[in-house]
């Protein structure tokens, strides 16, 4: 059974950095070269919204408020995907969770809390 798992939140001052990792457990190699991937988040009292989503391949994408501050990596040795947080606002507030599409399911992480303080 495949499990996601995040880490790397914490608490930041606005304009620093912070690297979420997420361990697609349970997932073999061959698997985890050809899903899709993302990263989403959830600030209080808002709906869920893509911050970046990973291709198989290379193909990126980026919500508009995190071009040029974030970037989304896979390392399929170890079965992870990483999202690189840099320049970070207080609107970047939020839980982060992973999530891949897999044997017909969605699945998602149990997040991981990122707060960035002005």
């Known amino acids: 059974q495949v499990h996601l798992v995040e880490s790397g939140g914490g608490l930041v001052q606005a304009g620093g950095s912070l690297k979420l990792s997420c361990r697609f457990s349970?997932?073999?190699?061959?698997?985890?070269?050809?899903?899709?991937m993302g990263w989403y988040r959830q600030a209080p009292g808002e709906e869920r919204e893509l911050v970046a989503s990973?291709?198989?391949?290379?193909?990126?994408n980026y919500a508009d408020s995190v071009k040029g501050r974030f970037t989304i990596a896979r390392e399929n040795t170890r079965r992870s995907v990483y999202l690189q947080m840099n320049g970070l606002k207080p609107e970047d507030t939020g839980v982060y969770s992973c999530?891949?599409?897999?044997?017909?399911?969605?699945?998602w992480g149990p997040g991981t809390q990122v707060t960035v303080s002005s």
């Open positions: 999530y891949t599409h897999y044997s017909g399911k969605d699945l």
């Open positions: 349970g997932m073999i190699l061959s698997v985890f070269r050809d899903v899709s």
């Open positions: 990973l291709t198989s391949g290379t193909t990126t």
